[in-house]
């Protein structure tokens, strides 16, 4: 390729080749890192989800079918939102990269595609529920930093650009006269050869600046969110102290400590709400519309309950299930101050970012220990799990009742309203199963012959579990011992010491049955519509 039609060599290779091509490419996506770092830190001073890339992320949460969303959350677990997150950066940086490649050719169209880019982004910030036109300036930082990183690093590496020029910018052949690099005979445009200076000194500018600009952005973000302090009231009632747990290495303890609860939510970044800012409305068929604030539910009386969460989205032997002491305000106490009207067959809860859950009605009513809470384990709730302020309902699955980030309770029925999952096909009657889990030994643990120790966890909220039965390698049912009783909407840890003889491959199964008598199933459901059933089994190796 160094030789022209006529013979003669060119005095040096033509440029633009493959190694102009990826510094054009690396530009569009330092450009474009460079952009999103800087609307990161303006996102973190303004409305921290207002940031372009987890805009983008946000709106393809809601927009992802059903389906899809089941089988990433069952295959990525709680790494579903760094692996979205990625996956939107790593199409945009593709896509900036060709957006570099482009304006090293036309810069203006390169550009333009750069700003097509922040433009998706800055219109998904602005339909969001809850966005304000504030939301606009993130994304408009990033077009400015993003469109001048380009227009710099295109410059200093590669001399094209507005500033350089028409020549270098858009290298029509006949212009080539000034090109004293001598790729005039080359069959694609060109500018003055990319030193390799230039291409160190931009590179790392960008490179640094976004750097720097996403960790800014990342402190003052953890910084604004600590939550300050914060006294609770002592409740006027009181489960008994929760009593000992089994302390198996490897059992699930019997109280989740609140950093290792599981997390779910439709959230990318977690909503940061103050409290003194947070109010409750409870309106709808209602004698009395009230709003209480927060040093007024602070006021009222509360109790303090054990209760076992579960994620409809938990697969036998998934990790979507926690047990906490939550607490809270009866629901049904705020309830009766509004006073619930006869048309209401659903509550209809809506968190500060818009989204709702729908719970029966009957099911909050019927007595069981429905809560509006603000304390887990002792601690004000942690923001991922809904600060100030969530609902806990035990014996239904968390879409169907433990709002995060509570702000409203309407009544309603379920001809007039649908609530976020609902409308997405999931059940409205969503009783948690009889279920069971084997904890230990971990999956593909290899142990000695002798005892082996099989331990884990079974949860019937609302029931109580009233006995849990293992089978080794299909035969008879044994039962296992259990753990405390802490009540009928707490799981039950449980174990079991198999003496194990022959060495090989073995697997257990586990069951578990409620205090009516139900014996969970080995009819094996999916999560989807209304939660899984089956029997959760374990393949143990022996030496
Ligand atoms: N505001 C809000 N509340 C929410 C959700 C959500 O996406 N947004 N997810 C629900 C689901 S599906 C579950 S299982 C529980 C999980 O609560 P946790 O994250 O505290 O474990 O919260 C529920 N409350
Ligand atoms: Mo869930």
Redesign the pocket.
Known sequence: MATSASGTTHRRPAVGGRARTAIAALGGVLATLVGMAVGHLVASLLDPSASPVLAVGSTVIDLTPTPVKEWAVSNFGNADKPILIGSVLLVTLLLAAVAGIIAARRFVVGLALLLVLVGVAGVLALVRPTATIVDLVPALATAVTGAAALWWFHRTALGVGPGTTPAAADAPREATTQDTEGAGATDHPTGPRPTRRGVLVAGGVLAATAAAAGAVGQWIGSVKTRIGNIVLPTAVDSDPDLPDGLDIDGLSKFRTPNEE???????LTVPVVDQDDWTLTIDGDVENELTITWDELLDMDMVERDIT?????NDVGGQ?V?AARWLGVPLTDLLERAGVGDRADQLLST?V?G?T?STPLDVVTDGRDALVVVGMNGEPLPR???FPV?LVIPGI???VG????LTKLTLTTYDQEVA??TERGWATQAPVKISSRVDVPKAAEEKEPGTVVIAGVAWAQTRGIAKVEVQIDGGGWTEATLGADAGVDYWRQWYYEWDATESGRHTVTVRATDVDGEVQTDARMAPFPEGSSGLHTRAIQIA
Do not use: L, P
Not at 261 to 267: G, I, S
Not at 402 to 405: F, L, Q, R
């Open positions: 609860f599981y997390r779910v939510d439709v959230n969460m579960t994620c409809v989205s979507y926690g968190a970012d989204f859950i991922e799990h809904g969530r699955y968390g879409y433990s709002t995060k980030w976020y999952w």
